[in-house]
């Protein structure tokens, strides 16, 4: 317990700090949340859950925290210019785990829509914030959880109402900027009540050239009928440390979208869990990866299907070069009674050297008899016969290999119901595959 | 043209090519005939450089330059195309973005600049033409789900965008039917001017009917045995190779 010990002792010793420059809402949970840590620390590679990553040994170097919420002087319109063409969103930025203050003229949102400093929402509506935060991180079953809850300050909130269409995309990007080692531990709440429907593309960019460890919860409750569409996109550096729990639950009839793409990080673990909790709801979850040297990504993810009728596709694409390690544990529960579930996992690996390496456990539980599922696990090189065939046709086997990594991962990107996303995704993968994607696309500074 | 002396080949360590002299000029059909197991397909496969035969012996050049030096996608810029036995299937790689990929990388090496994609769409048009190409196929990944006959169009449609010098075709009659064959084979007599060179290999005389060969040659146990017009194919036809193996002193 020796990396726990000294986040138990800065959390007794700053508790009032941290709950000062926080909400109640976020600090209702705080002393369960102490509890579990103190009880279960962080996973153990001996739990099944976090075999791939040794999370103690990530939380042990020093970080600085910015409990004391000291202003972090950055304008992200100087710095970021993002430019995902043709498309318009609703553009917002966190900076750390602040929402940043800045005007945002192309940000006008449907009426009843809320979106802003969960901190801020949760003075401004209580009972909302209240009704739904921690309800699905469970803080007894995960110590990364459990973490997030007992340090997160700020974050995200996003709410639509009833009925409600947010016709266009809501973009929001996270800027890690630090001077030193740094931590950031980032909560967000996403509620869409019955019929709503949005969408969400989330940007991950670092900064600066120090180490960041970021924690982040992320909840989405989707009521009846809802549709949703969550794009997370990690574009950060080598020395970056990124632990995201993404929870999930979903009403009758409900419909979201998850997809998450790894495009450069250092070392990523995303857990998603998916609770499929009314009749006729669907999860279209994938992602993809693409890692080289020594980049790390792990991908957790849970699908629960516990009433009837409900649908799940799972597709995880993973390209690894040099000595990068990959890893995809995903397991999907029918419970008993849920019959005529269907549900199908895929997950695709291509190890482009001998070095490279990953790891993949696809686990599917049935108590129901009446169902459809079906799962699938390959780990392979790129083919030969293609890479000779278009040789043959004068190509290079230095571009027939990127051409056929490029038309491995699209199929990923090929999932985004965004068409100016999917183009400019396109292109992204098609500048990190030629190593023109040194940092983050969108920074001005990178670009300097 | 092309001009190969005393080539020796195998794979996995067994010699399948035992000494082939075999010499293609400008404006030549060349038919190569021969039964199963020959070496037909190596002989392919070596001249456009597989990577899993090896040269033992022997020297091509390919208007005068030392083929066997150079690598796989020079061949091909150089001029040398292969129409596979097999295409290959590549799913996600569409056929637009491989072809433009393809054209381009040969008028680079030619010192040309890339087509626009509006030059290169009407290129594809124009090109998709001479064997009756469906445009959704154009659209689709490189042979994917292609049927049989549609492979081998595809395949004539690629010699039709890259305009090689020497075409080798393998065995491009093997499934198709009586129409796609003189689809394709027409296809091929279109492309044919007097510096290009073509080598036809085949089992059957049907596809010689439509390809007029100049000289035919007999491939057996990794050597040519025999050559001479076209004659000799339909020869074969008739007589299959029993008697061939008796001149060489075989028991039959």
Same mark, same amino acid.
């Given at each position: 317990?020796?990396?726990?010990?000294?986040?138990?002792?800065?959390?007794?010793?700053?508790?009032?700090?941290?709950?000062?420059?926080?909400?109640?809402?976020?600090?209702?949970?705080?002393?369960?949340?102490?509890?579990? &840590?103190?009880?279960?620390?962080?996973?153990?590679?001996?739990?099944?859950?976090?075999?791939?990553?040794?999370?103690?040994?990530?939380?042990?170097?020093?970080?600085?925290?910015?409990?004391?919420?000291?202003?972090?002087?950055? %304008? !992200?319109?100087?710095?970021?210019?993002?430019?995902?063409?043709? +498309?318009?969103?609703?553009?917002?930025?966190?900076?750390?785990?602040? &929402?940043?203050?800045?005007?945002?003229?192309?940000?006008?949102?449907?009426?009843?829509?809320?979106?802003?400093?969960?901190?801020? +929402?949760?003075?401004?509506?209580?009972?909302?914030?209240?009704?739904?935060?921690?309800?699905?991180?469970?803080?007894?079953?995960?110590?990364?959880?459990?973490?997030?809850?007992?340090?997160?300050?700020?974050?995200?909130?996003?709410?639509?109402?009833?009925?409600?269409?947010?016709?266009? !995309?809501?973009?929001?990007?996270?800027?890690?900027?630090?001077?030193?080692?740094?931590?950031? %531990?980032?909560?967000?709440?996403?509620?869409?009540?019955?019929?709503?429907?949005?969408?969400?593309?989330?940007?991950?960019?670092?900064?600066?050239?120090?180490?960041?460890?970021?924690?982040?919860?992320?909840?989405?409750?989707?009521?009846?009928?809802?549709?949703?569409?969550?794009?997370?996109?990690? /574009?950060?550096?080598?020395?970056?440390?990124?632990?995201?729990?993404?929870?999930?639950?979903?009403?009758?009839?409900?419909?979201?979208?998850?997809?998450?793409?790894?495009?450069?990080?250092?070392?990523?673990?995303?857990?998603?869990?998916?609770?499929?909790?009314?009749?006729?709801? /669907?999860?279209?979850?994938?992602?993809?990866?693409?890692?080289?040297?020594?980049?790390?990504?792990?991908?957790?993810? &849970?699908?629960?299907?516990?009433?009837?009728?409900?649908?799940?596709?799972?597709?995880?694409?993973?390209?690894?070069?040099?000595?990068?390690?990959?890893?995809?544990?995903?397991?999907?529960?029918?419970? /008993?009674?849920?019959?005529?579930?269907?549900?199908?996992?895929?997950?695709?690996?291509?190890?482009?050297?001998?070095?490279?390496?990953?790891?993949?456990?696809?686990?599917?539980?049935?108590?129901?008899?009446?169902?459809?599922?079906?799962?699938?696990?390959?780990?392979?090189?790129?083919?030969?016969?293609?890479?000779?065939?278009?040789?043959?046709?004068?190509?290079?086997?230095?571009?027939?290999?990127?051409?056929?990594?490029?038309?491995?991962?699209?199929?990923?990107?090929?999932?985004?119901? +965004?068409?100016?996303?999917?183009?400019?995704?396109?292109?992204?993968?098609?500048?990190?595959?030629?190593?023109?994607?040194?940092?983050?696309?969108?920074?001005?500074?990178?670009?300097? | 043209?092309?001009?190969?002396?005393?080539?020796?080949?195998?794979?996995?360590?067994?010699?399948?090519?035992? $000494?082939?002299?075999?010499?293609?000029?400008?404006?030549?059909?060349?038919?190569?005939?021969?039964?199963?197991?020959?070496?037909?397909?190596?002989?392919?496969?070596?001249?456009? $450089?597989?990577?899993? @035969?090896?040269?033992?012996?022997?020297?091509?050049?390919?208007?005068?330059?030392?083929?066997?030096?150079?690598?796989?996608?020079?061949?091909?810029?150089? $001029?040398?195309?292969?129409?596979?036995?097999?295409?290959?299937?590549?799913?996600?790689?569409?056929?637009?973005?491989?072809?433009?990929?393809?054209?381009?990388?040969?008028?680079?090496?030619?010192?040309?600049?890339?087509?626009?994609?509006?030059?290169?769409?009407?290129?594809?048009?124009?090109?998709?033409?001479?064997?009756?190409?469906?445009?959704?196929?154009?659209?689709?990944?490189?042979?994917?789900?292609?049927?049989?006959?549609?492979?081998?169009?595809?395949?004539?449609?690629?010699?039709?965008?890259?305009?090689?010098?020497?075409?080798?075709?393998?065995?491009?009659?093997?499934?198709?039917?009586?129409?796609?064959?003189?689809?394709?084979?027409?296809?091929?007599?279109?492309?044919?001017?007097?510096?290009?060179?073509?080598?036809?290999?085949?089992?059957?005389?049907?596809?010689?009917? @439509?390809?007029?060969?100049?000289?035919?040659?007999?491939? @057996?146990? $990794?050597?040519?045995?025999?050559?001479?017009?076209?004659?000799?194919?339909?020869?074969?036809?008739?007589?299959?190779?029993?008697?061939?193996?008796?001149?060489?002193?075989?028991?039959?």
């Amino acid at each position: 317990m020796k990396s726990e010990q000294q986040y138990i002792d800065l959390f007794s010793q700053c508790e009032a700090m941290i709950c000062r420059h926080s909400a109640e809402a976020m600090n209702a949970p705080r002393a369960k949340a102490f509890a579990d &840590f103190e009880r279960i620390g962080f996973p153990t590679r001996k739990q099944e859950k976090y075999k791939y990553t040794e999370v103690a040994d990530l939380f042990a170097p020093d970080y600085g925290l910015n409990l004391n919420r000291l202003p972090i002087p950055v %304008n !992200p319109y100087e710095v970021f210019k993002c430019d995902v063409p043709n +498309m318009s969103t609703s553009l917002y930025f966190v900076v750390n785990d602040a &929402f940043d203050k800045h005007d945002h003229p192309a940000a006008q949102l449907p009426e009843g829509v809320l979106f802003g400093s969960l901190k801020e +929402m949760s003075e401004q509506h209580p009972e909302l914030v209240k009704k739904y935060y921690g309800k699905l991180a469970d803080t007894a079953k995960d110590g990364v959880a459990a973490f997030n809850t007992l340090f997160a300050q700020d974050g995200v909130l996003m709410y639509v109402p009833r009925n409600k269409v947010v016709e266009k !995309p809501i973009q929001l990007v996270n800027i890690l900027r630090a001077d030193v080692d740094f931590m950031v %531990n980032r909560r967000v709440l996403v509620i869409l009540e019955e019929g709503a429907q949005a969408k969400l593309l989330v940007c991950d960019h670092a900064m600066d050239n120090v180490n960041f460890l970021s924690t982040q919860v992320v909840e989405v409750f989707a009521g009846e009928n809802a549709v949703f569409d969550l794009y997370e996109l990690e /574009e950060t550096h080598d020395s970056t440390v990124r632990f995201s729990n993404l929870y999930v639950r979903q009403e009758a009839g409900s419909n979201v979208l998850l997809n998450g793409m790894t495009l450069h990080n250092g070392t990523t673990r995303n857990t998603t869990e998916v609770t499929l909790a009314g009749r006729g709801a /669907e999860i279209n979850l994938c992602g993809m990866a693409i890692a080289d040297r020594n980049e790390q990504v792990d991908n957790h993810t &849970f699908i629960d299907h516990q009433v009837p009728d409900c649908t799940s596709n799972e597709l995880f694409k993973y390209v690894l070069d040099h000595q990068a390690t990959g890893a995809f544990a995903g397991k999907v529960l029918v419970r /008993e009674g849920a019959q005529r579930t269907c549900s199908q996992q895929t997950n695709r690996n291509i190890c482009a050297t001998r070095e490279a390496r990953m790891y993949t456990q696809p686990q599917l539980e049935i108590y129901a008899d009446d169902v459809k599922c079906s799962h699938g696990a390959t780990v392979g090189q790129l083919d030969e016969n293609a890479l000779f065939y278009m040789q043959q046709r004068g190509i290079s086997l230095q571009e027939a290999r990127l051409l056929l990594m490029f038309a491995f991962v699209n199929e990923v990107v090929d999932q985004i119901r +965004m068409e100016a996303l999917k183009d400019r995704l396109h292109l992204l993968v098609e500048k990190r595959f030629r190593g023109e994607l040194n940092k983050c696309q969108g920074c001005a500074i990178c670009k300097n | 043209m092309l001009e190969i002396k005393d080539l020796h080949a195998s794979i996995n360590g067994k010699e399948i090519l035992k $000494g082939i002299d075999l010499t293609v000029n400008a404006g030549e059909v060349h038919a190569i005939m021969g039964p199963n197991g020959s070496g037909k397909s190596t002989l392919s496969n070596v001249l456009v $450089g597989h990577p899993a @035969y090896e040269v033992t012996k022997g020297t091509v050049r390919f208007d005068g330059k030392n083929l066997l030096e150079m690598e796989p996608a020079e061949r091909s810029h150089a $001029g040398l195309f292969l129409s596979f036995q097999y295409p290959v299937e590549i799913p996600g790689v569409s056929m637009v973005n491989f072809m433009r990929a393809a054209v381009n990388e040969k008028r680079k090496y030619e010192g040309l600049p890339a087509l626009t994609a509006g030059e290169f769409l009407k290129l594809m048009r124009q090109k998709r033409g001479i064997v009756e190409l469906d445009s959704k196929l154009a659209n689709r990944s490189v042979n994917e789900g292609f049927s049989g006959g549609e492979k081998k169009r595809n395949e004539i449609f690629q010699m039709a965008m890259l305009e090689p010098k020497l075409s080798i075709l393998d065995e491009t009659d093997s499934g198709l039917d009586i129409d796609a064959l003189r689809v394709v084979a027409e296809g091929v007599n279109k492309l044919k001017t007097p510096q290009t060179s073509c080598i036809v290999i085949t089992h059957y005389q049907r596809l010689l009917d @439509y390809i007029k060969p100049d000289i035919v040659h007999v491939l @057996y146990k $990794g050597r040519i045995v025999k050559t001479a017009g076209p004659e000799l194919a339909l020869e074969l036809e008739e007589r299959g190779y029993d008697w061939i193996k008796k001149e060489l002193g075989e028991e039959v």
